[in-house]
């Protein structure tokens, strides 16, 4: 408890400051004329005086406060190396220890995450962001009990600016310091590679160049001071998944770069990765992602047309409506055979470019269509031989047939029918049908969801809202995917051939959707979908596996023609596995969120399909240097009144010191000792109670009027 005394005046001061004047001066000529008189008047005065200024004792009850000191811990993916989180744990631990021997100290962790990017005013932020956290744990802990901060770390920080630097010691002055404990060693090497340029996007079917550095950093620890680099050649190898592309060995420090061919439109995740170097630290930063996209130019189409009909319009209004589309269309009109004595030079078609289209530029195409091609003598087997070879290779072929196709002159009975997934029977049916999305058809995605095609319900599925066709043509599916029946027999097929793909739709009456009959269908949709199905649109591949990093969370996505779920592995950045199970609806798809708070790479595979989806960029600035370092701290530490100090030579005591004491010395830190508390009460006592003031006034004016009077 703690005393003082205090003034609770019964007047304001002003007012009773003149009464003292008035009364002095009137005391004054009693003093001049008697002595003994005037003493006991200006007794009386004081008196009065005193007891209109009311003296109070007042009494504190005072608890005192533990000092915080705060400790905070760098869990980033750089302390992963080496032995840094065992150095990490071991300091904790020492710290801990100390602070528990010292009465009315109380200790605070935080630990400090890899940061996933997020877009702020400032721009994108990542990595190690320590002086946030100090920012943070300042403005939550009151600044008469903070005793100090205590960074332990490998001190690869990424948001020690100098603004941040000059915010935090001012907030906390010279007498809070703040002490760095660095992991790693000071004489740490290591190699990198690093993407020095390359295109987010590319032009399928031309070369794209990734320009890259090699650098060797060594013995930056033992200086704190600019990077050496070593010399030599290292070997760099660039792959797309398993598949090496190119190796090359390269100078080190010096930019070259790799010429790649892109062959599939959608994302291509390429890795660079380089040797490792003798003692390096780690190889995590060997390796770095490049992410190129590749888009298609234009779409070049052959159309074929076999002969004129009511739905050949619909082909060509369908892909000419597509600015993203080069279409070339050709209709027979005169097959060879016909001859009715007309002079060539009065007739006005022009010859069909065989050999340029089906032997010279053939591989120039996306896709070939045959619309109700009969074969005749404009195709020699050997140019069928070409589109089968196309094919294979990785073309596309799609298939619209009519009642030629159930004939011996049906493009089934060439070569081309052992690429064509349905075997006619002979046999066509007219009559009016409505065309139905099969059961795989409602998990494959150039028919799931179709605009009117009707839904899964308990078990079945609903009737669609679309109108009646009225041929197609009996067959038999001996490979592929029937996406859609007609008359309970396959409408439409679909299947893969070697490296390409092939689509057959065995009726020739989607041009009345076209029309709008009994309210048409969605004709232009459902031969978008499948025409970039068999241009390998990855959107719409039916076994899809897809991956990214959001939020602090691994978002997962699965597609597939079969299966109630699907068994996930997970490959994190730290090497550990984990298994998961997703669930697939009745449509095949199905998604997952996992906790991914490491930055780097994660690898997800289910048994068939794998990709690799990188958290915060594709090469994460954490892994940038991975190099223990004090360079990032010092000017912190040094403005606060701080040390640095390696954790692999010894772990200092810890002491308390005053604010007014250095804050550390050769093998040990200090933390500030406040002496911090809080008022749990107050007491107040009259030092001048008023019976006893008005009993001793009128004493000492009775005595001063007995005096006078003698």
Same mark, same amino acid.
């Given at each position: 408890?703690?005393?003082?005394?205090?003034?609770?005046?019964?007047?304001?001061?002003?007012?009773?400051?003149?009464?003292?004047?008035?009364?002095?001066?009137?005391?004054?000529?009693?003093?001049?004329?008697?002595?003994?008189?005037?003493? #006991?008047?200006?007794?009386?005065?004081?008196?009065?005086?005193?007891?209109?200024?009311?003296?109070?004792?007042?009494?504190?009850?005072?608890?005192?406060?533990?000092? +915080?000191?705060?400790?905070?811990?760098?869990?980033?993916?750089?302390?992963?190396?080496?032995?840094?989180?065992?150095?990490?744990?071991?300091?904790?631990?020492?710290?801990?220890?100390?602070?528990?021997?010292?009465?009315?100290?109380?200790?605070?962790?935080?630990?400090?995450?890899?940061? =996933?990017?997020?877009?702020?005013?400032?721009?994108?932020?990542?990595?190690?962001? =320590?002086?946030?956290? =100090?920012?943070?744990?300042? /403005?939550?802990?009151?600044?008469?009990? *903070?005793?100090?901060?205590?960074?332990?770390?490998?001190?690869?920080?990424?948001?020690?600016?100098?603004?941040? %630097?000059?915010?935090?010691?001012?907030?906390?002055?010279?007498?809070?310091?703040?002490?760095?404990?660095?992991?790693?060693?000071?004489? &740490?090497?290591?190699?990198?590679?690093?993407?020095?340029?390359?295109?987010?996007?590319?032009?399928?079917?031309?070369?794209?160049?990734?320009?890259?550095?090699?650098?060797?950093?060594?013995?930056?620890?033992?200086?704190?001071?600019?990077?050496?680099?070593?010399?030599?050649?290292?070997?760099?190898?660039?792959?797309?998944?398993?598949?090496?592309?190119?190796?090359?060995?390269?100078?080190?420090?010096?930019?070259?770069?790799? &010429?790649? $061919?892109?062959?599939?439109?959608?994302?291509?995740?390429?890795?660079?990765?380089?040797?490792?170097?003798?003692?390096?630290?780690?190889?995590?930063?060997?390796?770095?992602?490049?992410?190129?996209?590749?888009?298609?130019?234009?779409?070049?189409?052959?159309?074929?047309?076999?002969?004129?009909?009511?739905?050949?319009?619909?082909?060509?209004?369908?892909?000419?409506?597509?600015?993203?589309?080069?279409?070339?269309?050709?209709?027979?009109?005169?097959?060879?055979?016909?001859?009715?004595?007309?002079?060539?030079?009065?007739? !006005?078609?022009?010859?069909?470019?065989?050999?340029?289209?089906?032997?010279?530029?053939?591989?120039?195409?996306?896709?070939?269509?045959?619309?109700?091609?009969?074969?005749?003598?404009?195709?020699?087997?050997?140019?069928?031989?070409?589109? $089968? @070879?196309? %094919?294979? @290779?990785?073309?596309?072929?799609?298939?619209?047939?009519?009642?030629?196709?159930?004939?011996?002159? !049906?493009?089934?009975?060439?070569?081309?029918?052992?690429?064509?997934?349905?075997?006619?029977?002979?046999?066509? +049916?007219?009559? /009016?049908?409505?065309?139905?999305?099969?059961?795989?058809?409602?998990?494959?995605?150039?028919?799931?969801? *179709?605009?009117?095609?009707?839904?899964?319900?308990?078990?079945?599925?609903?009737?669609?809202?679309?109108?009646?066709?009225?041929?197609?043509?009996?067959?038999?599916?001996?490979?592929?995917?029937?996406?859609?029946?007609?008359?309970?027999?396959?409408? *439409?097929?679909?299947?893969?051939?070697?490296?390409?793909?092939?689509?057959?739709?065995?009726?020739?009456?989607?041009?009345? #959707?076209?029309?709008?009959?009994?309210?048409?269908?969605?004709?232009?949709?459902?031969?978008?979908?499948?025409?970039?199905?068999?241009?390998?649109?990855?959107?719409?591949?039916?076994?899809?596996?897809?991956?990214?990093?959001?939020?602090?969370?691994?978002?997962?996505?699965?597609?597939?023609?079969?299966?109630?779920?699907?068994? +996930?592995?997970?490959?994190?950045?730290?090497?550990?596995?984990?298994?998961?199970?997703?669930?697939?609806?009745?449509?095949?798809?199905?998604?997952?969120?996992?906790?991914?708070?490491?930055?780097?790479?994660?690898?997800?595979?289910?048994?068939?399909?794998?990709?690799?989806?990188?958290?915060?960029?594709? $090469?994460? +600035?954490?892994?940038?240097?991975?190099?223990?370092?004090?360079?990032?701290?010092?000017?912190?530490?040094?403005?606060?009144?701080?040390?640095?100090?390696?954790? @692999?030579?010894?772990?200092?005591?810890?002491?308390?010191?005053?604010?007014?004491?250095?804050?550390?010395?050769?093998?040990?830190?200090?933390?500030?000792? @406040?002496?911090?508390?809080?008022?749990?009460?107050?007491? &107040?006592?009259?030092?001048?109670?008023?019976?006893?003031?008005?009993?001793?006034?009128?004493?000492?004016?009775?005595?001063?009027?007995?005096?006078?009077?003698?």
């Amino acid at each position: 408890m703690i005393g003082e005394v205090s003034l609770t005046p019964l007047f304001p001061l002003p007012v009773i400051a003149v009464f003292g004047a008035l009364s002095l001066l009137l005391v004054l000529p009693a003093m001049m004329s008697s002595v003994s008189v005037g003493v #006991w008047r200006l007794a009386a005065t004081l008196g009065l005086l005193v007891a209109v200024l009311n003296p109070e004792l007042v009494r504190e009850n005072r608890k005192a406060q533990s000092d +915080i000191v705060i400790a905070l811990v760098d869990r980033t993916a750089s302390q992963s190396v080496g032995r840094r989180n065992a150095q990490a744990i071991s300091a904790l631990a020492h710290v801990k220890a100390s602070i528990d021997k010292m009465p009315n100290m109380e200790l605070q962790v935080s630990e400090v995450q890899d940061s =996933i990017p997020e877009q702020t005013g400032s721009g994108t932020t990542q990595g190690t962001l =320590i002086m946030r956290r =100090i920012q943070h744990a300042i /403005g939550s802990v009151s600044k008469s009990r *903070l005793a100090g901060i205590l960074i332990i770390s490998d001190g690869q920080i990424h948001d020690a600016t100098p603004e941040a %630097v000059d915010l935090i010691s001012n907030s906390l002055g010279e007498y809070t310091p703040i002490h760095a404990l660095i992991t790693g060693e000071r004489s &740490e090497r290591d190699r990198q590679i690093i993407v020095e340029k390359a295109p987010a996007y590319g032009l399928v079917g031309k070369k794209v160049s990734i320009e890259y550095r090699v650098e060797d950093r060594i013995g930056q620890g033992l200086t704190d001071g600019p990077t050496a680099n070593a010399v030599g050649l290292a070997k760099v190898s660039l792959s797309d998944g398993d598949e090496v592309l190119s190796v090359a060995h390269q100078p080190v420090g010096q930019t070259r770069q790799f &010429e790649i $061919n892109l062959d599939h439109a959608g994302p291509s995740v390429l890795t660079l990765e380089v040797e490792p170097m003798a003692g390096e630290l780690s190889t995590l930063n060997n390796k770095a992602l490049v992410s190129i996209n590749g888009v298609r130019d234009r779409l070049r189409v052959l159309l074929v047309s076999g002969q004129p009909h009511a739905g050949e319009r619909t082909w060509r209004n369908m892909l000419k409506a597509d600015p993203a589309v080069d279409l070339i269309h050709f209709t027979i009109l005169r097959p060879p055979e016909k001859d009715d004595f007309t002079p060539l030079n009065e007739i !006005s078609l022009i010859a069909f470019p065989t050999r340029e289209l089906f032997e010279v530029k053939l591989k120039e195409f996306d896709l070939v269509l045959f619309d109700r091609y009969v074969v005749r003598d404009v195709l020699p087997p050997s140019y069928l031989e070409n589109i $089968n @070879n196309y %094919v294979k @290779n990785g073309g596309a072929l799609f298939l619209a047939v009519g009642p030629e196709y159930a004939r011996q002159d !049906s493009l089934y009975q060439t070569t081309l029918g052992q690429l064509l997934p349905a075997e006619p029977s002979g046999r066509i +049916i007219e009559k /009016g049908f409505l065309p139905k999305i099969s059961n795989v058809g409602m998990r494959h995605p150039i028919t799931a969801n *179709l605009p009117g095609g009707g839904a899964m319900k308990d078990g079945g599925k609903t009737k669609p809202k679309w109108g009646r066709w009225f041929r197609q043509l009996d067959t038999v599916a001996r490979d592929g995917d029937i996406l859609m029946t007609g008359l309970s027999r396959p409408l *439409l097929v679909v299947d893969r051939f070697g490296k390409g793909r092939t689509a057959t739709l065995l009726s020739d009456h989607i041009w009345l #959707w076209a029309r709008g009959f009994e309210g048409g269908g969605p004709y232009a949709e459902l031969l978008r979908r499948t025409a970039h199905w068999l241009m390998k649109e990855p959107d719409l591949e039916e076994e899809n596996l897809r991956a990214e990093v959001r939020g602090g969370k691994l978002l997962i996505k699965r597609r597939s023609l079969i299966g109630e779920s699907a068994k +996930i592995t997970v490959v994190h950045p730290s090497g550990e596995e984990t298994n998961h199970v997703l669930d697939l609806d009745q449509y095949g798809q199905g998604h997952m969120e996992i906790h991914a708070l490491g930055v780097g790479l994660y690898r997800v595979k289910d048994g068939e399909l794998e990709i690799e989806v990188a958290a915060s960029e594709v $090469n994460p +600035i954490e892994f940038t240097d991975l190099r223990a370092t004090s360079q990032h701290l010092r000017s912190l530490v040094k403005k606060t009144g701080g040390s640095v100090r390696w954790i @692999n030579q010894e772990l200092p005591d810890i002491r308390k010191v005053r604010s007014s004491r250095t804050k550390y010395g050769k093998s040990w830190l200090g933390l500030l000792e @406040n002496r911090a508390y809080v008022v749990t009460g107050m007491e &107040e006592t009259q030092l001048a109670p008023p019976m006893l003031l008005v009993l001793i006034i009128l004493t000492f004016l009775m005595t001063a009027w007995w005096r006078e009077g003698h």
